[in-house]
């Protein structure tokens, strides 16, 4: 479980996330949803730690983010795993050896346990036999299949995922989108998705927190999302021509 | 300037802290010797032997009186690659060569969210990758110095040999003469210096890299532009510390 408490971050005295409460139930898929430029990216930023926000606090289980030391971060990170929106795969290496990086940092596995786990999770994405391949000679659906391997390889207790579907046609995002699904159910985790795909939205969003313009204007489940009254937030929902005839 | 100090300072001391896995870090470093240091030795035996070669040429061209001994062409050539050459132009060259290499390694890493992924991994992203580019290329340089001295001094003695400027003999006569051992040392304190530079001052462009290509591209050339301002004032304060 992440309790959000007042969360306030500003860049050259503008204001870009203003006190944003919130909860991330565990075993849950939770969305942050909201038009480029809302402060999505920065939120999550402040909840995984890249930025420390200008007051606020994010409890993690219970344990205050901004009250940990240096130990105590680094003993935290090992239980979050990440997905960027570019993979953010390590060039030089080839996907088993990306997928192998945390354990070899992290794990007191020996190192023949190491390579097992490795090759596990990459078949749990669907990459198998693919371990070789560098992220340079494999499709960006491919690349972010590698990318959650990498991030569950420490079987960690949290998920962040920034715009998992950028850049991937239709039918693989679905597949992405129901792999994080699994892995999140299967794994017992908490994970929480940046993103303004709707397709997304509606199929994942077991909670969804609207942000606009840094403020979080709407929470609830995907049910509640097209019954809602918020204008911004059925603008933002409703701005294509599919999803105005879907709720037709 | 002040903000810039203040910055490499902090980013010098998330550097130089222990490495998370040392097994890691030799491997790391091992290919950073390879990368930064052994691939530099085709342009350092290339440059090294032309100027060897075009400095003997010009000092027997420059100083045909009777007055100088012949063997004068040797002894300056050896100074001059000992003193300048050696550590402070290859230095200036690896600026380039090395300098960019590095930043835009890791401006591309810093602008595609590798370095995120690293520390939300909890690793120390600046000791992992910065730590082993240092120690790497400050182990190899006194070899690259010293190679390249030997390739000046042979491309020197390749002009003895196929011109009639001057013979073989008083060549390597005048390269032997009155030779100060403390000319060399102080050539590799000078070159682990200009390493250290190089490597710091490049890896802080490439780091803290912000934007697209573009920016990635104006890190670089800031990266060689500082690390050779930086190599050209402390070759100044060296030179008035070491040899005054």
Same mark, same amino acid.
């Given at each position: 479980m992440i309790q959000l408490q007042e969360i306030r971050k500003s860049f050259d005295g503008r204001e870009v996330i203003k006190g944003v409460d919130t909860l991330f139930e565990t075993g849950?898929?939770?969305?942050?949803?909201?038009?480029?430029?809302?402060?999505?990216?920065?939120?999550?930023?402040?909840?995984?730690?890249?930025?420390?926000?200008?007051s606020g606090d994010i409890l993690y289980d219970g344990r205050s983010l901004a009250g940990m030391n240096k130990a105590d971060r680094t003993f935290l990170r090992s239980e979050m795993g990440m997905l960027f929106q570019g993979s953010a795969l390590?060039?030089?290496?080839?996907?088993?050896?990306?997928?192998?990086?945390?354990?070899?940092?992290?794990?007191?596995?020996?190192?023949?346990?190491?390579i097992k786990r490795a090759q596990y999770c990459l078949d749990r994405v669907g990459l198998k036999g693919s371990y070789h391949l560098f992220p340079s000679e494999i499709s960006g659906g491919m690349q972010k299949r590698a990318a959650i391997a990498r991030a569950i390889s420490l079987n960690p207790k949290y998920l962040f995922c920034?715009?998992?579907?950028?850049?991937?046609?239709?039918?693989?995002?679905?597949?992405?989108?129901?792999?994080?699904?699994?892995?999140?159910?299967?794994?017992?985790?908490?994970?929480?998705?940046n993103t303004h795909?709707?397709?997304?939205?509606i199929t994942m969003g077991e909670k969804i927190v609207f942000i606009y313009e840094g403020d979080k204007a709407w929470e609830g489940g995907r049910d509640a999302l097209f019954e809602s009254e918020n204008e911004k937030l059925n603008e933002f929902v409703f701005a294509s021509k599919m999803m105005q005839r879907k709720s037709c | 300037m002040f903000y810039h100090v203040g910055r490499y300072s902090q980013l010098m001391y998330r550097t130089f802290s222990i490495p998370q896995r040392w097994k890691l870090f030799f491997k790391q470093t091992w290919k950073e010797i390879e990368k930064l240091g052994a691939?530099? $030795?085709?342009?350092?035996?290339? *440059?090294?032997?032309?100027?060897?070669?075009v400095m003997t040429m010009q000092t027997q061209m420059n100083t045909e009186n009777p007055l100088l001994p012949r063997y004068t062409t040797g002894l300056v050539t050896r100074d001059t690659l000992l003193l300048e050459f050696c550590s402070s132009i290859l230095c200036l060259i690896l600026a380039g060569k090395?300098?960019?290499?590095?930043a835009s390694e890791i401006g591309t890493m810093r602008i595609t969210e590798q370095i995120d992924a690293l520390d939300i991994m909890g690793v120390n992203s600046a000791n992992y990758l910065i730590l082993p580019k240092i120690t790497g290329f400050i182990v190899f340089i006194p070899f690259l110095v010293v190679y390249s001295m030997?390739?000046? $001094?042979?491309?020197?003695?390749? *002009?003895s040999l196929s011109t009639d400027l001057i013979t073989p003999a008083t060549y390597i006569y005048g390269i032997q003469y009155w030779f100060i051992s403390w000319y060399v040392y102080y050539s590799l304190i000078k070159a682990v210096v200009f390493a250290f530079i190089i490597t710091s001052v490049s890896s802080?462009?490439?780091?803290?890299?912000?934007?697209?290509?573009l920016d990635v591209g104006k890190a670089s050339t800031n990266a060689v532009v500082n690390s050779s301002i930086l190599i050209l004032l402390f070759n100044l304060i060296l030179t008035k510390l070491l040899l005054s």
């Amino acid at each position: 479980m992440i309790q959000l408490q007042e969360i306030r971050k500003s860049f050259d005295g503008r204001e870009v996330i203003k006190g944003v409460d919130t909860l991330f139930e565990t075993g849950q898929t939770s969305l942050i949803i909201g038009q480029s430029g809302s402060g999505k990216t920065v939120l999550l930023k402040c909840v995984v730690g890249l930025l420390d926000p200008d007051s606020g606090d994010i409890l993690y289980d219970g344990r205050s983010l901004a009250g940990m030391n240096k130990a105590d971060r680094t003993f935290l990170r090992s239980e979050m795993g990440m997905l960027f929106q570019g993979s953010a795969l390590f060039d030089s290496m080839s996907i088993q050896e990306n997928v192998l990086f945390p354990l070899r940092m992290f794990s007191p596995m020996p190192d023949s346990d190491k390579i097992k786990r490795a090759q596990y999770c990459l078949d749990r994405v669907g990459l198998k036999g693919s371990y070789h391949l560098f992220p340079s000679e494999i499709s960006g659906g491919m690349q972010k299949r590698a990318a959650i391997a990498r991030a569950i390889s420490l079987n960690p207790k949290y998920l962040f995922c920034d715009e998992p579907n950028s850049g991937l046609d239709p039918l693989t995002s679905i597949k992405i989108d129901e792999l994080i699904t699994d892995i999140t159910q299967e794994y017992k985790m908490t994970t929480v998705i940046n993103t303004h795909d709707m397709n997304s939205v509606i199929t994942m969003g077991e909670k969804i927190v609207f942000i606009y313009e840094g403020d979080k204007a709407w929470e609830g489940g995907r049910d509640a999302l097209f019954e809602s009254e918020n204008e911004k937030l059925n603008e933002f929902v409703f701005a294509s021509k599919m999803m105005q005839r879907k709720s037709c | 300037m002040f903000y810039h100090v203040g910055r490499y300072s902090q980013l010098m001391y998330r550097t130089f802290s222990i490495p998370q896995r040392w097994k890691l870090f030799f491997k790391q470093t091992w290919k950073e010797i390879e990368k930064l240091g052994a691939d530099s $030795l085709p342009i350092t035996l290339i *440059i090294s032997i032309f100027i060897g070669a075009v400095m003997t040429m010009q000092t027997q061209m420059n100083t045909e009186n009777p007055l100088l001994p012949r063997y004068t062409t040797g002894l300056v050539t050896r100074d001059t690659l000992l003193l300048e050459f050696c550590s402070s132009i290859l230095c200036l060259i690896l600026a380039g060569k090395v300098g960019s290499n590095i930043a835009s390694e890791i401006g591309t890493m810093r602008i595609t969210e590798q370095i995120d992924a690293l520390d939300i991994m909890g690793v120390n992203s600046a000791n992992y990758l910065i730590l082993p580019k240092i120690t790497g290329f400050i182990v190899f340089i006194p070899f690259l110095v010293v190679y390249s001295m030997f390739c000046g $001094l042979m491309g020197g003695y390749f *002009i003895s040999l196929s011109t009639d400027l001057i013979t073989p003999a008083t060549y390597i006569y005048g390269i032997q003469y009155w030779f100060i051992s403390w000319y060399v040392y102080y050539s590799l304190i000078k070159a682990v210096v200009f390493a250290f530079i190089i490597t710091s001052v490049s890896s802080y462009y490439g780091y803290y890299a912000y934007g697209g290509a573009l920016d990635v591209g104006k890190a670089s050339t800031n990266a060689v532009v500082n690390s050779s301002i930086l190599i050209l004032l402390f070759n100044l304060i060296l030179t008035k510390l070491l040899l005054s």
